[in-house]
C-alpha cells in the first residue's frame, strides 16, 4: 500500500451494495429482442452494415465506426435483423434514436473468431486497429472509443498507467463482482495495455469498501512482473472520478480543458481491461457487460452479464421485479442517474446500473426553496468549484460569469445537490447553463460563417457588375471604333465616288427604319382587314369608311415596301463594292434560304386567299434575294 | 515619505471621498450596475483627478495667488476640470469605443463630480504643497476607484439575489452604501489628517 | 478696475491656452467610423432576412447604433436581445411582435419534382445555400441555410417548404430547472388555492 493523497470535498451518502453482491454474476436469460443503439459511445454514430432481414451470428459486425472517434458494434447474438430505426434510447432527453433491432433465434450460434496469437509481436498500431475492430470503449460510464485513448502514446510521454476500479458511486457493484470473479482476465488486459502504452508504474486505485475484490486483486497480482501496485482509497464519493481518482492516487491536478495524459497518465475502467482481454486473446467483440439490478422494488438484486441491447424490462423480470412497489426506474446510480420512464430502454456499453426504487427509497424530490447562502455546496465539491456562485449565475442567465468560474470542469458528480439544504437541484441548473452556452456558441458560429458567406455573396454580385460594366463599356469602345473607321472609309470613297455612297451612307442607318416602317404598315394592313372581315362578318356600320382606310393603308404598306427593298438593294450593292466578308454573306445566304423555305412552308399551310397572294408575292421577293446572295457567295468564295 | 503615506491612508480608507465625505455620489450609483462600466470609469476618474489636482494646484500657485484674484478658484478649476473632462473624453472615445458608448452621458459628468472640484479646493485649504496635491488627488482617485469597484461587485450579486419588490433597484443599492460607509467610518481615528 | 481686468485678462489667456490643448487633443484623437457597430453586427444572428425592417443585419446594426430599438430581431430572438442590452447598457424589452415572433428554427426544403430550374431562390438567398443553376435542378444546403424565408417568396411554381429542424439526442438541450423558490415552503400552497378560488 502506497501513499493516498485527498482531494477537497467528497460526501459519504449510504452505500446500499450489500444488497447486490449476496450471489454470483449470473448470466442474464436470452431475450427475444436486442435493441442496439448507434450511438452508445463518444463520437459520430456508427453505420449500419446490414440490412433489414438479414441474419446475423453473434459477433457479426453490423455497424461500423465513422471517423476517428467512433465505436463499432456488432451482433450480441446470432438472429435476424427486424429494423433499423427509431427507438427508444438510453438518453435523459427520452428522445428515441436509431437503433438495429433484432430478433433473437435463440441459438446463440458465434461468427468464426479467434484471439491474437502472440499480441507482443505485432505492430501497435496493429494491435489497437484489432481493438477498434472489437468495438471497444470505455465501460466506466463515459463510453469513450478505447482505441483512441490506446494511441495517447502515439503523442503523449505517459509515465503512469491508472485502473480505475473505485467504482464509488452506492448501489453500483459491476466492477465489485467483476473484480471477485475475473481478476485474472483484468489482469491480462492491464497487461496489453501497459504493452500498448508503455508506463513505468501500473496503478489500481480501488476503495476500501471491497475487501473481497482487494483480496482477489492481490492473488492474481503475486509475482505479477509488472510494477503495479494495489492503493486503496478511503470511501468518499466521488473518488472514481477520472480526475478525482488520479489526485487520490498521485497528487497532481489535471489542468483545466486538458486530459490527463498532458501530465503523463492514462485511466482505465476494470471492465474496460476485462473487454481489451477477451478482444485480444479471444477476438470477441464487446458484446456484453456486467450490469447491476437493485433496488427495493426487486426480489433478487444481483449483477448480471447482459448483452448490449437487452431491454431493461427483461432484466428486471429475471431479478423478480414487484411491479406494485415500484415507484422510480432509474438507469445509473442514485448520485449521477437519470431517472428514466419506461423499461423498453436498451442496456448499452455504458451502462452499469439499473436502481428499481420504491418510493421510501428514492422518494419525489422535495420542492426547491431558496438559497440560504449556507456553502454546504462549496465545501464538498470535489472540483473545488463554487457552486453557490455557479448557481446563482445559472438562475440569472449570466452565463459569460459561469463560464469564467469554469463552469465547464463540474463533473456533474452531485454531491453539491446532495447536501444542500433547500434541495436546490443545483446540477440541473450546470447542465441547462452548459447547454444553453454550448448552444449560444453553436449559433455564434453558425452566424459568423453566414455573414462570411453574405459578405462573399456582396463581393461575388459586385464583381459581375463591375465586370458586365467593363465589357459593356468595351463593346461600346469597340462599336465606337467600328463606326468611326466606317465613316473615315465612307469619308475616302465618298470623295471618289459620291453619288453611290451618299445613299449608302444614309441608307445604312435609315434601313432599319424602312424595315420597321414597312413591318408597321403591313401590320396595320393586316389589322385593317381584320376588321373589316369582322365588320363584314357581323354586319357592323362603318364598312365604308373601312374599305377606304384600307385601300389607303394597303397603298402606304407597298410604298414602304418599296423603299425598303430599294434601300437594301442599294445596302447590297454598296456591301458588294467594298468587298464584303465572306462570313458575312455565308450567314446572309443561309438566311435568305431559310426565308425562303418558312414562306414556302407557311404557303402550303394557309386557307386565305388574300394571305396565299401575299405570301406568293413575298415568296418571289425571298426567291430573288436569295438567289442574289448565293450568287455574289459563289463569286466571292475561293475557287 | 511618511506624510505621503498618510496621505494615501487618509483619502483612502479614513476620508474616503466616497463613503465617508459624500462626494461623487453621482457616477458613484449611476455606473456600478456592471463591474466593467465600473471599472473603466473609476480609471477615468482617477485620470481626471489627478491631472486637475495638479493642474488646479498650478494655476492657483502660478496665476491666481501672484495676481492676487484668489477668489477666481472656483473659475478657474471648473475651466481646468472641464478642459481635462473633454481631454479624457477624447481619448476615452479613441482607445475603446465601447467604453465611451457605455458611459455614456457619465463620462463628461465628470465634470460636475464634486470630488474633483472638492480636491482642487481642499487642496487649498489644506495649503498642500506640488507633491503633496499629487499625492492627495492620486489618493482621492484610489479610494472612488475602490468604493466605486467593491459597490459594483455587491450591485452585481444582489442583481440576481431574491430582492423583495419594494426594495429593488435604487432602494437596495442606497442601503448597501450606507452598509459600506458604516463600515468605512470605522476606520475613523486612525490616520489624523 | 485694473484689478477686474487683470483678473478677466488671466482668465482670457487660460482659456485660450486651454482652448488651443483642446483643439490639437481633437485632432489627434480624431476617430473614424464607427467601431460599436461591428460590435453589434457580430451579435445579430447574419441571418439577412429583413424581418426588422431593414435589408440585412448590417444596416440594423447600423440603426442600432444610432438609437433604433434593440427588440426588432424574430430570428435572434430573446437571447439577441439580452446580449444587445448587455453590450449598450440598455434595458432588454421582449421581441417586438410587430416584426415577427420567435419561432423554432426552420430550412427551407426544395420539392424536386416541381422545380423548374428558374433560379429565382438561388438569386434570393442572401447565402447562397441554395445549389443549382438555370434548368438544372435547384436544391438547398441544409448545412448553411439560416432559415431566412427569403427563398419561398420568389418560387413561381411554389415549392419550397421551411421545415422545423428536428431535435435529436445531439441537439438536445437541458431544460431549466422549474423555478417556484420566489415562495417559501409555507406559502407554497396558498398560492394555488387562491387561483383555484378564482
Known amino acids: 500500500m502506497g501513499k493516498v493523497f485527498a482531494f477537497h470535498g467528497g460526501v459519504h451518502p449510504p452505500e446500499n451494495k450489500k444488497q447486490s453482491t449476496r450471489t454470483p454474476i449470473a448470466h442474464a436469460p436470452l431475450p427475444k429482442m436486442l435493441y442496439i443503439p448507434l450511438q452508445q459511445h463518444i463520437g459520430i454514430a456508427a453505420n449500419p452494415v446490414v440490412n433489414v432481414g438479414d441474419r446475423v451470428l453473434k459477433g457479426q459486425l453490423i455497424a461500423e465506426p465513422v471517423g476517428r472517434i467512433s465505436a463499432s458494434l456488432h451482433a450480441p447474438t446470432s438472429g435476424i435483423v427486424r429494423s433499423i430505426g427509431p427507438h427508444p434510447v438510453p438518453h435523459a432527453s427520452g428522445l428515441e434514436s436509431d437503433c438495429i433491432t433484432l430478433e433473437t433465434d435463440g441459438q446463440d450460434e458465434w461468427i468464426e473468431h479467434q484471439g491474437l496469437q502472440d499480441y507482443t509481436r505485432l505492430e501497435p498500431s496493429v494491435l489497437i486497429e484489432h481493438i477498434r475492430q472489437c468495438g471497444i470503449a470505455g465501460m466506466g460510464g463515459a463510453g469513450f472509443p478505447t482505441d483512441v485513448k490506446l494511441h495517447l502514446g502515439d503523442d503523449h510521454i505517459v509515465n503512469t498507467l491508472i485502473i480505475n476500479a473505485a467504482e464509488c458511486e452506492p448501489y453500483i457493484t459491476a466492477d465489485d463482482m467483476l473484480m471477485r470473479e475475473r481478476a485474472a482476465d483484468i489482469l491480462s488486459g492491464i497487461r496489453i495495455i501497459s504493452h500498448l502504452l508503455r508506463p513505468s508504474h501500473i496503478m489500481i486505485g480501488i476503495e476500501d469498501n471491497k475487501p473481497q475484490a482487494i483480496h482477489a486483486l492481490e492473488a492474481v497480482l503475486k509475482g505479477c512482473e509488472l510494477n503495479i501496485d494495489i492503493r486503496v482509497v478511503p470511501t468518499k464519493y466521488p473518488s472514481g472520478g477520472e480526475r478525482q481518482l488520479i489526485q487520490l492516487l498521485t497528487g497532481l491536478e489535471v489542468p483545466s480543458g486538458r486530459i490527463p495524459a498532458d501530465i503523463g497518465i492514462v485511466c482505465q475502467n476494470v471492465g474496460t481491461a476485462t473487454a481489451i482481454h477477451r478482444a485480444v486473446h479471444f477476438g470477441e467483440p464487446l458484446i456484453s457487460r456486467i450490469v447491476t439490478v437493485t433496488g427495493d422494488a426487486v426480489a433478487k438484486p444481483q449483477n448480471f452479464e447482459a448483452l448490449i441491447g437487452t431491454p431493461f424490462a427483461d432484466l428486471l423480470e429475471a431479478a423478480n421485479l414487484y411491479e406494485g412497489r415500484l415507484f422510480r426506474l432509474v438507469m445509473g446510480g442514485p448520485m449521477m442517474g437519470v431517472t428514466i420512464a419506461h423499461d423498453q430502454i436498451p442496456v448499452i456499453k455504458t451502462t452499469n446500473c439499473i436502481i428499481a426504487a420504491s418510493d421510501e427509497e428514492m422518494p419525489q424530490a422535495p420542492p426547491e426553496q431558496p438559497c440560504i447562502r449556507c456553502n454546504m455546496c462549496e465545501q464538498v465539491c470535489p472540483v473545488t468549484l463554487l457552486p453557490q456562485q455557479l448557481y446563482w449565475f445559472s438562475k440569472g442567465r449570466e452565463f459569460d460569469k459561469a463560464r469564467n468560474h469554469n463552469l465547464f470542469d463540474c463533473i456533474e458528480c452531485g454531491a453539491c445537490a446532495y447536501v444542500c439544504p433547500s434541495s436546490i437541484p443545483l446540477v440541473q441548473y450546470y447542465r441547462f447553463a452548459k447547454s444553453e452556452i454550448r448552444t449560444e456558441e453553436a449559433e455564434q458560429r453558425k452566424a459568423d460563417h453566414a455573414r462570411q458567406r453574405f459578405e462573399a455573396r456582396q463581393a461575388r454580385l459586385e464583381r459581375e457588375q463591375a465586370e458586365k460594366e467593363a465589357r459593356r463599356k468595351a463593346r461600346a469602345e469597340e462599336a465606337a471604333r467600328a463606326q468611326q473607321s466606317r465613316k473615315s472609309t465612307e469619308a475616302d470613297k465618298a470623295q471618289a465616288d459620291p453619288c453611290n455612297t451618299a445613299p449608302a451612307a444614309s441608307a445604312a442607318p435609315d434601313l432599319k427604319q424602312l424595315k420597321t416602317a414597312a413591318a408597321v404598315a403591313r401590320t396595320k394592313l393586316k389589322k385593317a382587314r381584320d376588321a373589316l372581315k369582322n365588320a363584314e362578318d357581323k354586319g357592323l356600320d362603318g364598312i365604308d369608311a373601312l374599305r377606304v382606310t384600307l385601300t389607303d393603308l394597303e397603298q402606304k404598306s407597298e410604298e414602304a415596301e418599296q423603299a425598303f427593298k430599294a434601300a437594301e438593294q442599294a445596302e447590297a450593292a454598296a456591301a458588294a463594292e467594298k468587298g464584303v466578308d465572306l462570313k458575312q454573306l455565308k450567314i446572309d445566304a443561309a438566311m435568305a434560304r431559310a426565308a425562303v423555305t418558312k414562306l414556302e412552308r407557311a404557303l402550303t399551310k394557309t386557307e386565305d386567299e388574300q394571305a396565299r397572294r401575299e405570301m406568293e408575292t413575298e415568296l418571289v421577293e425571298a426567291r430573288k434575294k436569295s438567289d442574289a446572295l448565293n450568287q455574289s457567295l459563289s463569286e466571292h468564295s475561293p475557287a | 515619505m511618511t506624510e505621503f503615506l498618510l496621505i494615501l491612508i487618509s483619502t483612502v480608507l479614513v476620508n474616503n471621498f466616497v463613503l465617508v465625505q459624500f462626494l461623487g455620489l453621482c457616477p458613484f450609483m449611476g455606473v456600478s450596475n456592471k463591474l466593467e462600466t465600473a471599472m473603466g470609469m473609476s480609471l477615468a476618474t482617477t485620470f481626471v483627478l489627478t491631472l486637475s489636482s495638479v493642474c488646479s494646484y498650478l494655476v492657483y500657485s502660478t496665476l491666481l495667488v501672484p495676481f492676487e484674484l484668489e477668489y477666481l478658484q472656483t473659475i478657474a478649476f471648473i475651466l481646468v476640470i472641464a478642459v481635462v473632462v473633454q481631454f479624457t473624453e477624447m481619448v476615452v472615445h479613441k482607445t475603446s469605443p465601447l467604453l465611451y458608448k457605455l458611459l455614456g452621458i457619465f463620462l463628461p459628468l465628470i465634470t460636475t463630480n464634486c470630488a474633483v472640484l472638492g480636491v482642487a479646493l481642499l487642496n487649498i485649504k489644506k495649503q498642500n504643497g506640488f507633491l503633496e496635491s499629487i499625492a492627495y488627488g492620486f489618493g482621492a482617485a484610489v479610494g472612488f476607484s475602490m468604493a466605486l469597484v467593491l459597490f459594483s461587485a455587491i450591485r452585481e450579486r444582489i442583481a440576481v439575489a431574491d430582492v423583495p419588490v419594494p426594495f429593488r433597484g435604487a432602494a437596495i443599492g442606497m442601503v448597501t452604501a450606507g452598509l459600506m460607509s458604516l463600515a468605512f467610518m470605522g476606520f475613523a481615528g486612525l490616520v489624523q489628517f | ?198
Open chain 3, 1 to 198: 478696475m485694473t484689478t477686474v481686468i487683470t483678473a478677466i485678462l488671466i482668465l482670457f489667456c487660460l482659456a485660450v491656452v486651454f482652448g488651443v490643448i483642446l483643439g490639437y487633443a481633437s485632432v489627434r484623437f480624431r476617430v473614424e467610423g464607427n467601431p460599436i457597430v461591428d460590435q453589434i453586427d457580430s451579435l445579430l444572428p447574419q441571418t439577412q432576412c429583413g424581418q426588422c425592417g431593414y435589408p440585412g443585419c448590417r444596416p440594423y446594426a447600423e440603426a442600432i447604433a444610432n438609437g433604433e430599438a434593440i427588440n426588432k430581431c424574430p430570428p435572434g430572438g430573446q437571447s439577441t436581445i439580452e446580449a444587445l442590452a448587455d453590450l449598450l447598457d440598455v434595458e432588454a424589452v421582449p421581441l417586438d411582435a410587430e416584426h415577427g415572433e420567435e419561432q423554432v428554427k426552420k430550412v427551407a426544403f426544395i420539392r424536386e419534382d416541381e422545380c423548374i430550374g428558374c433560379t429565382k431562390c438561388i438569386q434570393a438567398c442572401p447565402v447562397d445555400a441554395i445549389l443549382g443553376a438555370a434548368k438544372q435542378m435547384h436544391t438547398v444546403i441544409v448545412d448553411e441555410c439560416t432559415g431566412c424565408d427569403l427563398c419561398v417568396e420568389p418560387c413561381p411554381v411554389d415549392c419550397i417548404d421551411m421545415i422545423p429542424v428536428e431535435t435529436t439526442i445531439t441537439n438536445w438541450k437541458w431544460p431549466s430547472p422549474t423555478e417556484s423558490s420566489s415562495l417559501i415552503a409555507t406559502d407554497r400552497g396558498r398560492g394555488a388555492e387562491q387561483q383555484e378560488a378564482h
